[in-house]
């Protein structure tokens, strides 16, 4: 067992039990409707809706024009919309302009479009270094940019929840919009990748 | 936990995963997260009001570092919940560990359902 502090001296696991044990005992959680929640963010909510979004704006330019000036209603368009979906803004990767997200405080993430944010995400260090040395860290993660490419750092919050339109790669001209769907990694999505041609 | 089944890593039994990580490490979790989901969604709290004890937690953590400790995301998390449900006079974090040290007295294997 980790050292934790005097109130927390059994194990989380246990902790958690007993609070949803609790919480159930007191009819204040419905176990039905907390596994329905579960099991949608582990299975239906994830970045293959944010895949489906990218694709889109790539592919149709008035919905491109629409998710730029108006993110959650864009993205409600194609049924992506609920909890922590609200006040996403999405901002476009360009050949000059890599925009790359973080959350400093916590771990604020668009949800209905990328499901639960990953654990990188919500490190300490990620969240203290991508705003101090951004080139770098994005080099960490595999990201080389050109030295003339300026980064913004977009720091989400409640108010605002940032999502990136990634460049659209060379060589998809042909490719349907469902085939690019499947280019979109979340990672580009949130600014530490790019999309690549297949 | 000892012996368990392999995950089966492909086909449609195998655990979501996103870009090859799991959603949750760990089955608590999932249970700590969809408790507050679902607390949230029978209006319990504001979600503003646990997302600034989240924030808290998490600054509580940074500054205190405990050596050799992991950052614990979903610990953080828990610990922020315990503390709006306190705060709203729901449940203490007394009823807390008392509950979990009956859990922690159970025989061992009294939970093995699969």
Known sequence: MTETTSSERLPIELRTEALEQLLTERGLVDPAVMDKFIQMYETAVGPMNGAKVIAKAWTDPEYRERLLSEGTAAIAELGFKGSQGEHIVVIENTANTHNVVVCTLCSCYPWPVLGLPPSWYKDPAYRARMVREPRTVLAEMGLELPADTEIVVRDSSSEVRWLVLPERPAGTEDMSEEQLAGLVTRDAMMGVAKVSAP | ?114
């Open chain 2, 1 to 114: 936990m000892t012996a368990s089944a392999p995950l089966e890593i492909a086909g449609p039994a195998a655990p979501p995963r996103s870009n090859g990580e799991l959603v949750f490490a760990e089955p608590w979790e999932s249970r700590a997260f969809g408790l507050a989901v679902t607390l949230y969604d029978a209006g319990a709290f504001e979600w503003s009001q646990f997302q600034a004890a989240l924030i808290a937690q998490i600054a509580a953590w940074e500054r205190a570092h405990p050596a050799g400790e992991c950052f614990s995301y979903y610990g953080c998390w828990l610990a922020a919940l315990e503390s709006v449900l306190a705060e709203a006079g729901m449940i203490t974090s007394h009823d807390i560990a008392d509950r979990a040290a009956v859990l922690a007295a159970r025989p061992p294997g009294h939970d093995h359902d699969h």
